[in-house]
Nanobody, 124 residues
Framework: QVQLVESGGGWVQAGGSLRLSCAVSGRTFSSYAMGWFRQAPGKGREFVAA????????YYRDSVKGRFTISRDNAKNTVYLQMNSLKPEDTAVYYC?????????????????WGQGTQVTVSS
């Protein structure tokens, strides 16, 4: 079993920055992929970014490229999402997710483990 706990959400003005953290506990494997997804009110859950534990390859949705950076700290078993130049449309609940053997990291259904989510609110 894998447990994921997100932190770092909050309120920020447009143009500001936040860093989300996802603490991972339990049994994990180097073949895991870690993803960040978000869900705004009245909308479906959408992919934001992902990283593979082994090799560190990263993936991003187009709208956050150049603004968001996903990274991992193997020693701390933590995944981060650094969010810069935030926009009001980035407002959502952000979820951390983990899964093994994921071929397409942008697919939410491929992830088995999910955190409880952290709210990010960007005001204009």
């Amino acid at each position: 079993q894998v447990q994921l706990v997100e932190s770092g959400g909050g309120w920020v003005q447009a143009g500001g920055s936040l860093r989300l953290s996802c603490a991972v506990s339990g049994r994990t494997f180097s073949s895991y992929a870690m993803g960040w997804f978000r869900q705004a009110p009245g909308k479906g859950r959408e992919f934001v970014a992902a990283i593979r534990w082994s090799g560190g390859r990263t993936y991003y949705r187009d709208s956050v490229k150049g603004r968001f950076t996903i990274s991992r700290d193997n020693a701390k078993n933590t995944v981060y999402l650094q969010m810069n130049s935030l926009k009001p449309e980035d407002t959502a609940v952000y979820y951390c997710a983990a899964g093994d053997g994921i071929l397409i990291p942008s697919t939410a259904s491929a992830y088995v483990y999910w955190g409880q989510g952290t709210q990010v609110t960007v005001s204009s």
